[in-house]
């Protein structure tokens, strides 16, 4: 298994999905074979999985598709290697990613861009478009990245996989490297609802390494039709507005599914999201600016020389850091300066209070709602590159749910033919906390 997919990486190396390869991997994969004969019980013996880049496993590169990380070797595993590998799987190597998560379409990367594998020409989304390019054109089954806004399942949507964004605190952040840690949380993508399952009973559970971490066990299965009967879905109203047609027809398509399955359907208001984005950028920034500080070359990475410390530290920081995150540690730094605190960070904290509250009121009268998971498919290469608003809008479906720390899923859910190439187009269901297990046997009952 191991050999079959560094040889697809090997193959596909135009798609730019890897940055590094695991020195570790051979060595991992005669372990796990060792322990199957020896009669252990496996979930994932010997399952070849990429991790996006910024998440830890000893030996291997950890970059965050940053230049101010070249160079920089894991001492240790993250949480979710650790429990992988634990379960047989082997980690292959790492993806290619928005530097730092930064941003919706794999661009923004020290590395250059991730290809779209359904279209070269095309984008894979972001910020883990690197592990979603991945699954997509089969190099591993699985694949980990972290969504902080969207940045699993947009990616997912754009290049025809499934995803899932756990609940906050679900699946452990120890050892995933910080953009906003209030927001952040690892999530799987892979082809089936069936293999989310098998990832997301690894991977999810308490881990007193994290200070966030929750206390849930998980028993996670995909579903079938039968498990769709009775549930009540409400349709975002908010997210109706401004789809391309193909978008539009996709979720129509899974609607009628639903109904067919014996699904109860109806629009349901969430009227505070149309500050999400927002509210986003102004609590995404700031934690950002904060967590990046420990960036200075004095510790980690690449170091540039300078007359004194603080030279040095300014040198590595402007060297080593790409237009996007310096944008966001600087707008962050100046929203939760004293005299704009009030008026931005503190403003947007409110806003993130009343969309868990519509969230809530919501799922008074739902068991799950619906949305599409972007209101586009894959866009080009450089479409959005020179305005950050556009690129922010990518957004405008996902957000909430991370500001609201609620679990939720994308699917895909059909095609829209764009220029001559079919282009895959994703739905999002998204569950009240802890009900991440109900999203994986909906994916499954739609399938
Ligand atoms: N695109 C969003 C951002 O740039 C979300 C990224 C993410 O989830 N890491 O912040």
Same mark, same amino acid.
């Given at each position: 298994l191991l050999q079959g997919a560094l040889a697809r990486i090997e193959a596909a190396r135009d798609l730019n999905a890897v940055t590094s390869l695991n020195p570790g991997a051979a060595a991992q994969a005669q372990a796990a074979q060792a322990r199957l004969e020896a009669g252990e019980q496996l979930p994932l013996a010997g399952v070849p999985v990429l991790l996006k880049d910024n998440i830890n496993a000893a030996g291997t590169q950890t970059s965050c598709a940053s230049r101010i990380l070249a160079g920089y070797v894991?001492? %240790?595993?993250?949480?979710?290697?650790?429990?992988?590998?634990?379960?047989?799987?082997?980690?292959?190597?790492?993806?290619?990613?928005?530097?730092?998560?930064?941003?919706?379409?794999?661009?923004?990367?020290?590395? !250059?861009?991730?290809?779209?594998?359904?279209?070269?020409? #095309?984008?894979?989304?972001?910020?883990?478009?690197?592990?979603?390019?991945?699954?997509a054109a089969c190099l591993t089954p699985v694949s980990l990245g972290?969504?902080? !806004? !969207?940045?699993?399942?947009?990616?997912?949507?754009?290049?025809?996989?499934?995803?899932?964004?756990?609940? %906050?605190? #679900?699946?452990?952040? %120890?050892?995933?490297?910080?953009?906003?840690?209030?927001l952040d949380v690892v999530g799987p993508l892979a082809r089936s609802a069936g293999d989310l399952a098998l990832l997301m009973n690894v991977l999810a559970g308490y881990d007193p390494r994290d200070a966030t971490s929750l206390h849930a066990p998980a028993q996670f299965r995909a579903g079938t039709p039968d498990d769709l009967r009775g549930l009540r879905v409400g349709v975002v109203r908010e997210s109706l507005e401004g789809n391309t047609p193909g978008v539009e027809a996709a979720l129509r398509g899974t609607l009628d599914a639903l109904r067919g399955a014996g699904v109860t359907v109806q629009e349901v208001s969430l009227p505070t999201t149309a500050h999400a984005i927002a509210a986003y950028y102004l609590i995404a920034m700031p934690e950002a600016s904060s967590n990046l500080a420990r960036f200075d070359g004095m510790v980690y990475g690449a170091r540039q020389p300078g007359a004194d410390v603080e030279g040095?530290?300014?040198?590595?920081?402007?060297?080593?850091?790409?237009?996007?995150?310096? #944008? #966001?540690?600087?707008?962050?730094?100046?929203?939760?300066?004293?005299? %704009?605190?009030?008026?931005y960070y503190s403003k947007a904290m409110k806003v993130r209070r009343l969309i868990a509250e519509d969230f809530a009121r919501a799922f008074r009268d739902y068991d799950v709602l619906v949305t599409p998971t972007s209101p586009f498919p894959a866009f080009r290469r450089g479409e959005k590159t020179r305005d950050p608003l556009a690129m922010y809008a990518a957004d405008v479906d996902t957000v909430a749910v991370n500001l609201a720390g609620l679990p939720a899923i994308s699917v895909p859910a059909g095609f829209e033919t764009v220029e001559g190439k079919r282009l895959p187009v994703g739905v999002q269901f998204i569950a009240p906390a802890l009900q991440d297990e109900l999203l994986v046997r909906l994916a499954g009952g739609l399938e």
């Open positions: 894991s001492p %240790y595993d993250a949480t979710v290697t650790e429990r992988l590998v634990a379960a047989g799987a082997v980690i292959v190597g790492k993806t290619n990613m928005d530097e730092f998560g930064m941003g919706s379409s794999t661009e923004s990367s020290a590395f !250059g861009p991730t290809l779209n594998p359904w279209d070269t020409a #095309r984008v894979p989304g972001g910020s883990s478009g690197g592990s979603a390019a991945a699954v972290s969504d902080t !806004g !969207g940045s699993v399942r947009q990616p997912a949507a754009l290049t025809g996989v499934y995803g899932l964004k756990p609940t %906050y605190g #679900r699946v452990s952040r %120890y050892g995933l490297v910080a953009y906003a840690s209030s040095s530290m300014t040198a590595t920081r402007e060297a080593g850091f790409g237009r996007e995150v310096q #944008r #966001r540690i600087m707008l962050g730094t100046y929203a939760l300066s004293s005299g %704009y605190y009030d008026a």
